[in-house]
């Protein structure tokens, strides 16, 4: 992908890479959080109250120096670094970097964490990485290429690329709501109560919540609080890729882009589309 040109699709081969990139800032997360087994991790707040690590700090540069060196002239927007401090120049393509999202999950020591690169154009996502590196899971897609999983094998080594696909709910089976671990669902909870069908809830970190409906393993995820392009772009690809949607409560997609505002609207992930008039 050279520098200046505007794509509309990626390959394989460039997909590969950004797994490879996420896999290294993946080790680069495993080694602060096997040190910091014993002791804990050192933690700062940012300005919005939230935690920062030395993981989230190494990841973030790792990553930026990968993309810079393998996708020169595109720019990069990381919430650890910004668009101010990205390499290229931001605009309507770009990546978008979480390095470690999911960083309350990290803390706590339960393993859903997550690494996450997107690439978007045109207020679209073309390509996203979503690796979960203590759970040994890769959730990867492109547009036209599909959504794949990889889950890594004793040794290390990774398993054989797994198709992912959406599945319909069975007639009667209660839906399946994902919910997250770390964030307060006050308004889901009374929205979900006021549902007139079986339900079970889903718990699940970062933004795997997002690649537990691409799997097929639930229905919906609703989201009635602030998140950031970096939190979601990556794993909307993954699900968009197995056959579902990410729309926000009026029906639209998610777009994405370092000319739109960072933070995204209030939204609901779906492995079928038609669930949304339960959450709108």
């Not at 803390?107 to 390509?127: D, H, K, Q, S």
């Amino acid at each position: 992908m050279q520098a200046g040109e505007v794509p509309g699709t990626v390959s394989a081969a460039q997909l590969q890479r950004l797994v490879a990139i996420a896999r290294e800032a993946g080790r680069a997360v495993m080694a602060v959080y096997e040190a910091s087994a014993a002791t804990g991790a050192a933690v700062r707040t940012k300005a919005d109250a939230t935690p920062l690590t030395e993981a989230d700090l190494q990841a973030d540069a790792l990553i930026l120096a990968a993309l810079a060196r393998d996708f020169p002239g595109i720019g990069v927007v990381s919430e650890e670094s910004g668009p101010a401090r990205s390499s290229g120049a931001p605009g309507d393509r770009c990546f978008l970097v979480d390095p470690l999202d999911g960083t309350r999950e990290f803390l706590a020591r339960n393993g859903e964490f997550t690494v996450n690169i997107a690439l978007v154009a045109g207020g679209a996502v073309l390509a996203g990485v979503v690796l979960a590196p203590a759970l040994g899971s890769c959730y990867f897609a492109a547009r036209g290429l599909g959504a794949w999983k990889t889950q890594s094998l004793a040794g290390g080594s990774a398993g054989a690329p797994v198709a992912l696909h959406v599945r319909p709910r069975a007639p009667g089976a209660p839906l399946r709501i994902v919910a997250s671990r770390s964030h307060g669902g006050e308004r889901l909870d009374a929205h979900i109560g006021k549902l007139r069908l079986p339900y079970t809830l889903v718990p699940v970190g970062s933004s795997l919540k997002f690649c537990v409906v691409a799997e097929g393993q639930a229905d919906v995820y609703p989201r009635f609080g602030p998140t950031s392009q970096w939190d979601t772009a990556a794993a909307q690809c993954v699900l968009e890729a197995a056959g579902g949607r990410v729309l926000d409560r009026g029906g639209q997609p998610l777009r994405y882009g370092a000319d739109r505002p960072l933070l995204n609207p209030e939204f609901v992930a779906l492995g079928d589309a038609t669930l949304l008039a339960l959450f709108a």
